[in-house]
């Protein structure tokens, strides 16, 4: 038996706890091995690293954050130890490393050892780089999708129908979701909607709804958000929902990658676990967008509505002009902004983030019945037009625990500085790569308030000198090194 | 600038220091970021942790053994801290991911990142994964194998011919190099031997070598031992020889994965740093062994000849019998004694450890022109029967600080027991893997002193209830462990 001391570290990442090195000794165990720790009922396993300095005395075992969050216990409380073997699931990680196909038991188990922090860093890297080199099959995405939604929790509505929407992504300020939402839970509709921070881009809709109100919702709150609004937009990773997910993102983040099935299974483990019966997809095209082609788009599309067929799920899959930015901002403040602006029927409203919004809100009313073939987004647009949208925004935030405000009080960086155009002429195309680029070198994802505002779109006519767009930061060296970025390269072609 | 705290704490894996929460937010760092620190003109990358305890004042920044190692310095020095941004190889080891083929500038920053620590563990897991997945070409596996040598050390030992040695393995207790070396030592070569901890074997080369003397050998002591005796036995960890390398085995070796181009690459580094100019290299076929057929034989055999004729190594290939375990043996402590009787001409010595052993030994003497063709293995029996190569292996044991003794008085673990035979009649077969199994159960390679001793060979005839094998440990668990798993399957195959 050792007795917990806390050490009040967080990293983040894999379980990690300390021995002295006099007790590692006794147990024959090692930097880098695996133990089991068990404190009354509860177990887990996590990876020892050893101290021979006073720093932790004989017969304490030092606990980092994360180990500490997942055992429970306080200083002093008594925990068992013991060596523990490798997890059967890294035996499988091989397999598939090695080429060959995965079984639905052998998903299974990677995925609840994924979920568990029984697999270490590296294991768990393996893993998701071999999903990556070699494809999964339409199988192994679907039992991935079904591993991973039991691992997590899942909603308790008992409401039909349940409609969730998705977009794959790749397109800056696109934050339709953030006007979406309110319109059709304001036509009646009940949308638990749960969102992803940013991984590559700028900012995601959790980030940008959380300028407005706590995205950080547990479960039993989400349910009652959405009980009492119809609707909701909350942080997917403040709920246990599929959490072996975040950490096999977590691994795609850190290399940029971002496989085809595991993105397939990711997503639609999302939206099982809130027991989606109705799912709106959102594929945006264009040249720098996530979907470079239509063909891409219709592989994607049909790899989508075959794992929906296979979960019992209904969905419609929308394409969408990927070819430049949604919105003037870009970054979740910005962005959270331009929502605000549209839903609060502003003149200065991005008008293709309202239409694009209102045709996806449209999509949604007629898929579920509320709308005739054809009028969903004129439903959409009277309920948005009429002001119920963000009073039902406004129900959401407050529900949510947020207040509410003017879009013209949303906080922006402090730095900021105009792009303008070195010639004279009309703007061709916008590089959705180099605008994300520049954001983030502003500070986006991490500060809310950093990013751009963008004054012209393709096709507006520009005179030299006119600024294209400006950029926000928090801190003048970061303004400093987005503009040094945008002046090598705007992102803009004119002429 | 803050001031180092000596945490005391081995992780035994990637750089991580701790900061205070206020230092982290002061500086924008969050946990998992990746830092620069700088003390005078040292500088290396590590992984932030974020203390939110007492564990650590503000002003500080808590330095665990790794990086403190790296950076030199003591408890109060003065470092600076700075946020540093992705390695430039994240997206060389995306582009293998995909599938692409690395060039030349692509590979060497990969290694020298790894080597120098500047990549975290997953984003070192995906480089080793996507060389699994993706295969190496041949150019790739000779910038790989340059670039791990530039990444280290090199012998700077002005003579010629240098030989070396090397067996691709997977055949227990096949321990031929502590008998090799000193016979061709004696026989005036030099044999800068190099060699590996067990990885996934009961015991490596240096884990036997160190049961007769100290093998974690600096490059100085290295080259002082070499002039003197002409040949030593150490572990290559020791000294920087590679240093890329270690930490890619460290990575297969956690998902018990072996890829080719990686472990040709692997092998000549270690051989081009020592500057060997003759290499033989032992491929072992056998059902259980690495290598299965002789199809693959002949394929790995290929692969290295290129590789060397690339660096202007001159290389011969034998290949050997890998059906069975070669010695009787099978753990460090095991193996030393076997080659000790061997060396010390002991009529208990195993006859085929003893007959492989001379057929390397005269395939190198034939091989660098110091025996006839056919002439090498009678040769190097008169060098073994005569004692000189004893005299020479008393000669590298003292010059590495080691001590000799009889092969008597070497310890074996003091729990024991027997494994006999279920029926009467001739061994078939003995499985290799299964065999490792137990030995590994019995608390091999970690305890040097457990391990198997064989009594049976294929082709020996056996009554029921003779023993065929002993295991050794040193605790009755791991024993009973060990027993447990030989009595489901003793590896035997007897008819």
């Known amino acids: 038996m050792l007795k917990i001391r806390v050490m009040g570290v967080t990293t983040g990442g894999p379980l990690i706890i300390l021995l002295s090195r006099r007790d590692a000794e006794k147990r024959d165990l090692h930097f880098g091995d695996r133990i089991l720790i068990r404190r009354s009922r509860k177990r887990i396993t996590a990876i020892v690293d050893i101290v021979h300095s006073k720093l932790l005395p004989t017969g304490y075992i030092g606990m980092f954050d994360e180990p500490l969050k997942k055992l429970g216990g306080r200083e002093g409380d008594l925990v068992e130890v013991s060596p523990e073997s490798k997890p059967a699931s890294i035996g499988y990680i091989k397999k598939k490393l090695d080429g060959k196909r995965l079984n639905e038991k052998e998903i299974s188990t990677i ?48 409401r039909t129908p349940i409609v969730d929407l998705h977009c794959v992504g790749g397109v800056p300020g696109n934050r339709t979701t953030m006007i979406v939402v309110p319109i059709i839970a304001a036509a009646g509709l009940t949308v638990p909607k749960t969102s992803s921070r940013a991984i590559t881009s700028p900012a995601g809709t959790a980030d ?30 403040a709920i246990n929902l599929a959490p072996a997910d975040d950490k096999i993102i977590r691994v795609e983040h850190s290399l940029n990658i971002d496989a085809e099935g595991q ?29 470079c082609s239509r063909k891409a788009g219709l592989h994607l ?73 054809g009028k969903g987004a004129l439903l959409a647009r009277e309920i948005l037009e009429s002001g119920r949208a963000y009073r039902k925004l406004v129900q959401i935030i407050k529900a949510q625990g947020g207040r509410t405000f003017t879009y013209k009080r949303v906080k922006l960086g402090s730095f900021k500085r105009g792009i303008s155009a070195a010639r004279s002429g009309r703007v061709k195309a916008i590089n959705n790569q180099t605008m994300t680029r520049i954001a983030k070198a502003a500070g ?34 970061k303004l400093r090194f987005a503009t040094r970025i945008a002046r090598t390269d705007s992102g803009f072609v004119i002429s």
């Not at 012209?456 to 005179?463: A, I, Q």
Request: hydrophobic residues 40%; neutral net charge; contains cysteine.
């Open 301 to 373: 599309k049909r790899q989508f509505e075959e794992v929906a067929r296979r979960l019992g799920m209904r969905i419609r899959v929308v394409f969408s002009d990927g070819s430049q930015p949604i919105g003037n901002g870009i970054g979740a403040a910005l962005e959270a902004r331009d929502s605000l602006m549209v839903l609060q029927n502003s003149g200065d409203a991005p008008p293709d983030l309202r239409e694009k919004s209102l045709m996806l809100a449209g999509q949604i009313l007629e898929f579920v019945g509320h709308a005739k073939h």
């Open 444 to 477: 986006a994802p991490r500060d809310a308030e950093a990013g751009l505002y963008l004054f012209r779109h393709v096709n507006s006519k520009v005179n030299k000198g006119e600024t294209l767009y400006s950029i926000y930061a928090n801190s003048s060296d």
């Open 263 to 291: 993105m397939l299974a990711s997503v639609m483990a999302k939206k099982h676990s809130v027991r989606a019966s109705h799912l709106l997809l959102d594929i945006p095209i264009g040249p720098n967008s996530k979907v």
């Open 208 to 237: 940008t709804m959380e300028v407005l109100a706590p995205v950080d919702v547990s479960m039993r709150k989400l349910e009652a958000v959405v009980k009492r609004t119809g609707g909701c937009i909350t942080w997917g990773g």
């Open 111 to 158: 995925v609840a050892d994924i979920s568990e922090d029984r697999l270490s860093e590296t294991e768990a890297s393996c893993f998701v780089s071999a999903c990556y080199c070699n494809r999964l099959s339409m199988n192994e995405i679907v039992w991935l999708t079904r591993a991973m939604v039991e691992s997590g929790e899942v909603l308790r509505i008992n």
